[in-house]
């Protein structure tokens, strides 16, 4: 079993919805927890990171972190074409440790 | 910034050929990533570097692969000989905690 489980999808859903995508992991020990997006044929970009648990938001962007669960999601409201991407969750023990990485989950945007 | 560059953004080669790519970080990152990137296998992280030194290669997949940080601004990952299943998009990466990485356009390796 990997450490970090991410459903590759794809998931479609039309503009204006709100989207959810989500990560479970297995490690108690992770302490970052992080949102990259990564657009085809470029490199990932981060979207968001949260230390230990809490929401935290950015513009349309809510990042959770259920620790008890060890459940991260991401919540995007009012999606547009232009948020069409595969999006990666990422995991740390520390800002010195290797960040392990989901399978990313695909989504697309319908106009 | 520039970003993470890295050269070349594509390489097709033959099987048995050595492959170098390179990569220039972020200035006043201390850290450096390198990942492999496949549909199958998704994101790997292949080695990563903090102030130059290697500070973890399990990831690197066997003895064929190679990799060097000379300074803070250059490093190089070599593969010698290059098979097909190496075929892949290679991706750096940099930062100064390890867990807000910025990462390269990568290069699109083709082995054939």
């Known amino acids: 079993q990997k450490e970090v489980e991410q459903d590759p999808g794809p998931l479609s859903v039309p503009e204006g919805a709100i989207v959810s995508l989500n990560c479970t992991y297995s490690n108690s020990a992770f302490q970052y927890f992080m949102w990259y997006r990564q657009y085809s044929r470029k490199g990932p970009e981060l979207l968001m990171y949260t230390y230990s648990s809490g929401n935290k938001e950015d513009g349309r962007f809510t990042a959770q972190v259920d620790k008890s669960s060890k459940y991260i999601s991401l919540f995007i409201r009012d999606s547009q074409p232009s948020d069409s991407a595969t999006y990666l969750c990422a995991m740390s023990r520390g800002s010195n440790y290797q960040l392990i990485w989901g399978a990313g989950t695909k989504l697309i945007i319908k106009p | 910034d520039a970003g993470v560059i890295q050269s070349p953004r594509h390489e097709v080669t033959e099987m048995g050929q050595e492959v170098t790519l390179r990569c220039k970080p972020i200035?006043?990152?201390?850290?450096l990533f390198w990942y492999r990137q496949t549909m199958m296998r998704g994101l790997e992280l292949l080695i990563y570097?903090?102030?130059?030194?290697?500070?973890?290669d399990s990831g690197m997949p066997e003895d064929r692969f190679s990799a060097k940080m000379p300074n803070a601004s250059f490093s190089t990952l070599k593969i010698q000989p290059s098979e097909p299943r190496d075929s892949a998009v290679y991706f750096c990466?940099?930062?100064?905690?390890?867990?807000?990485?910025?990462f390269g356009p990568g290069t699109r390796l083709t082995v054939t």
């Open positions: 990466a940099s930062s100064r905690q390890t867990y807000e990485q910025y």
């Open positions: 200035s006043g990152h201390d850290y």
């Open positions: 570097f903090n102030n130059n030194v290697p500070i973890d």
